[in-house]
């Protein structure tokens, strides 16, 4: 059983000793409004032991360094080792959020080539790299569309979401201070257009939009749903989340989208997954960069680079500093590593392994796991477990659970919502044709044993750290912290 480093706490180990204090103490230098009665208690603990302890404890989780990770809308992909190295240059790694910007050239650089690279990608010309997240992304779309619209005089109260949107989307339009109205899916898995025309009108803010969707599914009527928004004076909002499907292909900004969030921790490679820093940064069309969130990293004429505040219609700050710097230094790192012709063969190969493992899955389950929307997918696809559970008698969770136990990380489960017992499966690609393989046999061996035994997946996991675990009650009545 894992104890807490509070409890292998023995008084008076250390793991590190501050040298002897070589400058003038001043007990008064910290106010006494900030100051402690008693010393916080802090674990007591040699090296070795704290260095065990953070090892043991990170081989508990699953993680993309250790296996297949097809967690669909999540882009597990690999992230290459020469991130690390690059971010943790003392220069970058070391550098003050506070450091004066004549001080911290080569960060404002970087940053700037960062947001002129993310415009090539999105083809829209203005970025900020402020969001710290997708969902911050869609706060700041939101934001700015309002900003976009009071600017003209014009308050519209409704933002449009697909049936098959992300649930930030809506969470993000109803923090905007707008009303959410859904719009339904055609039999194709694209936008309904008659369903769209039925609920546009000018007092329609924005449609919030992913392409390819939440289903896998290339919108193919995207130039219609932009000029049908763009006529009512609308904006297009462009999520981003599945961005890793046409970068380098296709832009969103030749697609009609005004504004679009891109998520660095997926697209652009960083660990991600336990809560880790990402980032959200977005780019705009002409007519909403007035608004962008200030300050503005900007190359000046003697080319050197700044904060630019000066912008008297931005809808302010949206985090404290700049971003998270580490995350813009490993997506840099992917894009100059790649250059534009590997940033679309990555795209390539996502869309590629998505239609081998679905042509996998269906040829060895199609019968039990059919295909939600059979057609060519993008990066990728929705099963249906409808049909296993009528006929085997087990649960999407129960072979999601089954799953850790042949050592492959479960797809998204559940999501998209309008698809019964969904398995959303997202491979990247950078999985071997091998892993892909061994993933579907794997599945098809679950079915099998369940057509014997159900009892055996309604059980599973077996050889993990911790069995099933109360995945409602966890998110419900959550306990985040050790008594003390
Ligand atoms: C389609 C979609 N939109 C938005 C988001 C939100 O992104 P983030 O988790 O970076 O806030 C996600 C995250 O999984 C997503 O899959």
Known sequence: ???TIFEKSVEGRRAFVAPELDVPRDDDALPERFRRAEAPRLPEISEPEIVRHYTQLSTKNFHVDQGFYPLGSCTMKHNPKLHERVAALPGHARLHPLQAPARA???LQLMWELQVAL???????????????????????????RAFHEAQGKHRHKVLTPDTAHGTNPATVTMGGYEVVKVGTADDGGVDLEDLRAKVDDDVASLMLTNPNTLGVFDRNIEEIATIMHDVGATLYYDGANLNAVMGRARPGDMGFDIVHYNLHKTFTQPHGGGGPGAGPI????????????????????GSYGLD????????????????FGVFVRSYAYILSLGADGLAEASDTAVLNANYLMAR???????????????????????????MKKALGIRTLDLAKRLLDHDFHPPTVYFPLLVDEALLIEPTETETRETLDAFAEGVAEILREAAEDPSIARGAPYDTPVRRLDEAGAAKRPVVRQAL
């Open 119 to 145: 415009a090539e990608i999105a083809g829209l010309p203005h970025v900020s790299l402020q969001p710290s997240a997708g969902s911050q992304g869609e706060l700041a779309g939101v934001l700015l569309t």
């Open 105 to 107: 050239q080569g960060a």
């Open 1 to 3: 059983m894992t104890v």
């Open 361 to 387: 899955l269906r040829e060895l389950c199609g019968e039990h796991l059919p295909v939600a929307f059979d057609r060519t997918c993008m990066h990728e696809f929705v099963l249906t477990g409808g049909p």
């Open 283 to 302: 780019a705009v069309s002409d007519r909403i960069e007035p608004f962008l969130p200030r300050p503005q990293v900007v190359r000046r004429e003697d």
């Open 309 to 324: 505040f000066d912008r008297p219609q931005s809808i302010g700050r949206l985090r404290g500093f700049q971003g998270n």
